[in-house]
């Protein structure tokens, strides 16, 4: 789920906000001089870096202790590499530049798809050539990366090699994603740069319509609203395709997907699907013993992903996770979506004819209050919100609920230490509180605490429908990346599309392409276990016994259920955002 959105929005929100000015009656903290031919240190502060959640001050010592770290390495240029965001977009061209102004360290940051990004990360692993300096990588592949020993584990080099160039203001305790980058050893491997999450969207002014209320009501029994289960979910699709399907003139749809045979059918499914259906275990941020890739662990070394060997990867809720997509995409969804990627896909809410989407990525927020848009109304206010994904029958409090991405600065052992310890100053820099809220209102993808709670997050939220709630609510702990059970997520990720596709097809049936997947990721990670280059936490699977037994023990994999469909229930939007305001008390 790699793509570009532009944030106009928030951007004009920035021009005209200023809350961290100087109190006149402090004493200024002094500036050293690094003979730059840029912008100078309080320039940028005061033209660039505003808001934030430090004071002027706190922010220009903040900025001088970069200045003095980065002295030995003045004149230096590194390379390093993220996936094509916002976000990033904003550090390569406008945080880059301040950080030479106020280091003297050169930095080259490009911007690549994010398969590429892999495919670079894992050839300098592979060949031990330093291709980049360091990477923002996705956090999904922690498992990956503690196994294998190519990464250097942060934890470590902060408090040895690398304490002379780590900031004493970074404030690890004030990200809000650590649990994600932390390896099943218990140590920090990765430090987040970015986040967003996949919630449930919808069309708010619809479900607020009292003449769609009452119909509503008078076919289903309960109220129209947000729902909570995947029940309510499919009721309100059909309800939209068939029984309303036409608003002021337009065809309408309960539903958007896409399901074209493409890499990105692969995350349409690994991003937690399976979890939202409540096929794996209990267990903040990942199920344990069994994740949302249906893979179970023994300690910590995976040892199957097929019902025979304790996994759950075509367990009954997995194969009623892609049975229920398949449905709602064929039955509800635009006719074309079927034949869409996921890039295609993205844009079709903003044009006005959806009425809910049940996997939406909250990085499509700036593209979907732009002023001229039909989701948009005349005072730029969204008729759009977001809202806690609905859940499937098999899920269970204490589950995660939905997938979180977190983008996270990487170090390799291959880089030279040098040269990993100016880009770790970067990787700081573009993270540090002096800047860090600016970034997060220009990308929309917050990873600290402090930020979410200042002022100039409650005074857009009315524009960004729901994204300031919550993440400022507690329940956003639900929302989580791939864990620590995948051993090796490049290898294993690339199984899923074409196994989903299939389905989509109908060249085999649910339960025939999760078996097949179940096996194909058994086999991976035989070939692991056998070649031992896995030196902590790699594959042991266990010997294969019948479905019978794994079915009747706690947990998951779990059995069948009688009655896949229970009651739809539903809950008003706004009791939702108030209970959110509640917990962030």
Partial sequence: MRFIVVNLVILLFLSACDTSTPDSTATETPVETNDQVGKSLEEWIDSEFQPSTLDRNAQIAEMNWFRQAAKQFKDMEISVVSETLTTHEYESRVLSQAFFDITGIQVKHDLIQEGDVIEKLQTQMLSGRNIYDAYVNDSDLIGTHARYGYVVPLGDFMVNEGKDVTSPTL??????????????????????????????WFRYDWFQRPELQAQFQELYGYALGVPVNWSAYEDIAEFFSVHVSELDGKKVYGHMDYGKKDPSLGWRFTDAWLSM??????????GLPVDEWGIRVEGCN???????????????????????????????????????????????????????????????????????????????????????????????????????????????????????????????????KTLSLKKTLVGLTPIRNSDLQHQAMTDVAPKLGGL?????????????????????????????????????????????????????????????????????????????????????????????????????????????????RKGNE
Avoid at 186 to 191: I, R, S
Avoid at 277 to 286: H, S
Avoid at 327 to 350: H, I, N, Q, R
């Fill in 171 to 200: 404030d690890l305790k004030d990200f809000i994603g650590l649990s994600f980058t932390t390896g099943p050893d218990g140590t920090l491997y990765q430090l987040p740069d970015q986040q967003f999450a996949n919630l449930y």
């Fill in 277 to 286: 259906a409540g096929a794996g275990d209990k267990g903040i941020p990942n």
């Fill in 302 to 432: 995976p040892v199957g992903s097929s019902v025979s060997r304790g996994g759950a990867a075509n367990s009954p809720a997995a194969v009623y996770a892609l049975k229920k997509y398949i449905d709602w995409l064929k039955a509800y969804a635009p006719p074309e979506a079927p034949g869409m990627t996921f890039s295609e896909s993205g844009p079709v809410p903003a044009n006005g004819q959806i009425a809910q989407q049940i996997f939406w990525y909250t990085t499509f927020t700036a593209d979907m209050i732009k002023a001229d848009l039909a989701v948009v109304d005349e005072n730029g206010f969204p008729k759009w919100r977001m809202a806690p994904s609905p859940h499937g029958p098999y899920w269970e409090e204490g589950m995660k609920l939905g997938y979180q991405d977190t983008g996270a600065w990487t170090f390799l052992k291959s880089t030279p230490l040098k040269r990993r310890k100016a880009a770790w100053l970067y990787a700081q820099f573009v993270t540090s």
């Fill in 468 to 580: 300031v709630e919550f993440y400022r609510s507690p329940a956003r702990v639900a929302w989580t990346p791939t864990g620590t059970n995948v051993p090796d997520y490049p290898k294993l990720a690339q199984l899923w599309w074409s196994n989903v596709a299939a389905a989509v097809s109908g060249d085999v049936t649910p339960q025939e392409a999760m078996d097949t997947l179940a096996k194909q990721q058994d086999k991976v990670m035989a070939r692991i276990e056998r070649a031992g280059i896995q030196k902590q936490c790699g594959p042991v699977l266990n010997e294969e016994k019948g479905a019978d037994y794994w079915l009747a023990q706690p947990g998951s994999p779990k059995a069948k259920l009688a009655n896949e469909k229970p009651q739809g229930q539903t809950v008003p939007y706004d009791s939702l955002i108030a209970e959110w």
